[in-house]
T-cell receptor, first 110, second 112 residues
Framework: QKEVEQDPGPLSVPEGAIVSLNCTYS??????FMWYRQYSRKGPELLMY????GNKEDGRFTAQVDKSSKYISLFIRDSQPSDSATYLC??????????FGAGTTVTVRA | ETGVTQTPRHLVMGMTNKKSLKCEQH?????MYWYKQSAKKPLELMFV???????ENNSVPSRFSPECPNSSHLFLHLHTLQPEDSALYLC???????????FGQGTRLTVV
């Protein structure tokens, strides 16, 4: 079993739709959770960083963490074509090892 | 610009060549990382340096040799690579070992 599971997609939505992304994990020691956005031929860009369970909102982006279910989500409201990218979830415990999902490729159609 | 700069952006090398990848961070961070990203696979952690000391070697073959002369610079020395080593090599840094990591743009390596 992979430590972090993420549906690779691809996911295609019309402009203005809500994009819903999620990851599940198996390591109960994880308590730091991140979402990265990666455009083609670019490095990952940090979008959201959360600690432990709960919700965090930043503009059109909302990150949710449910540690009891070992499940994290990222929602993108009012999606734009510029949101088309690969989204990576990542998480770690009290060490330096980030464990990544494989990434979900999202296309927002104009 | 993320504050983490990698050079070169693209590199094509033969299996008998020796080359080096360079990473520089301008964020005042204490930890630096090398990751490998292959198509359709999760990022693979290769090496971790914390305060210039290597704290992790994630079973990486010896044909990859890291060097961290100071907290701002990280190198990855490459020699006698194989075609399956072709990938995007990403450098990252973080303030501490359990805080968010910031990535460079990567070096696209092709081994021929």
């Amino acid at each position: 079993q992979k430590e972090v599971e993420q549906d690779p997609g691809p996911l295609s939505v019309p402009e203005g739709a809500i994009v819903s992304l999620n990851c599940t994990y198996s390591n109960s020691a994880f308590q730091y959770f991140m979402w990265y956005r990666q455009y083609s031929r670019k490095g990952p860009e940090l979008l959201m960083y959360t600690y432990s369970s709960g919700n965090k909102e930043d503009g059109r982006f909302t990150a949710q963490v449910d540690k009891s279910s070992k499940y994290i989500s990222l929602f993108i409201r009012d999606s734009q074509p510029s949101d088309s990218a690969t989204y990576l979830c990542a998480m770690s415990g009290n060490d330096y090892k980030l464990s990544f999902g494989a990434g979900t490729t999202v296309t927002v159609r104009a | 610009e993320t504050g983490v700069t990698q050079t070169p952006r693209h590199l094509v090398m033969g299996m008998t060549n020796k080359k080096s990848l360079k990473c520089e961070q301008h964020l005042g961070h204490n930890a630096m990382y090398w990751y490998k990203q292959s198509a359709k696979k999760p990022l693979e952690l290769m090496f971790v340096y914390n305060f210039k000391e290597q704290t992790e070697n994630n079973s990486v073959p010896s044909r990859f040799s890291p060097e961290c002369p100071n907290s701002s610079h990280l190198f990855l020395h490459l020699h006698t690579l194989q075609p399956e080593d072709s990938a995007l090599y990403l450098c990252a840094s973080s303030q501490a070992v359990n805080t968010e990591a910031f990535f460079g743009q990567g070096t696209r390596l092709t081994v021929v």
